[in-house]
Nanobody, 120 residues
């Protein structure tokens, strides 16, 4: 009974910026790790960034220095700030979260995905 809703995708020029948001709602007791992955046509889905409940962030080498992951626990929301975007960043971006419901029922959830296109 938990949903992750993403927003912020779209078309942007090379060198531009976008901020993705993903808000969790439903029967939530606590949210553990949260993250973002992406998948381009014909390629596997790869982890872009993740962040723990203690705000420790990890990034893929391809986005280090350009992307920033953050979270707002009061809003049950994770963000991905994407700067200096490249055409190679074009993909469907998915958020995910490891969520515990009351009475310690723990499960990983995924958002529906949002398209990010970087093109001139």
């Amino acid at each position: 009974q938990v949903q992750l809703v993403e927003s912020g995708g779209g078309l942007v020029q090379p060198g531009g910026s976008l901020r993705l948001s993903c808000a969790a709602s439903g029967n939530i007791f606590s949210i553990n790790a949260m993250g973002w992955s992406r998948q381009a046509p014909g390629k596997q889905r790869d982890v872009v960034a993740s962040i723990t409940s203690g705000f420790s962030a990890t990034y893929a080498d391809s986005v280090k220095g350009r992307f920033t992951i953050s979270r707002d626990n009061a809003k049950n929301t994770v963000y991905l700030q994407m700067d200096s975007l490249k055409p190679e960043d074009t993909a469907v971006y998915y958020c995910n979260a490891d969520i515990s419901s009351p009475w310690y029922v723990r499960k990983n959830y995924w958002g529906q995905g949002t398209q990010v296109t970087v093109s001139s």
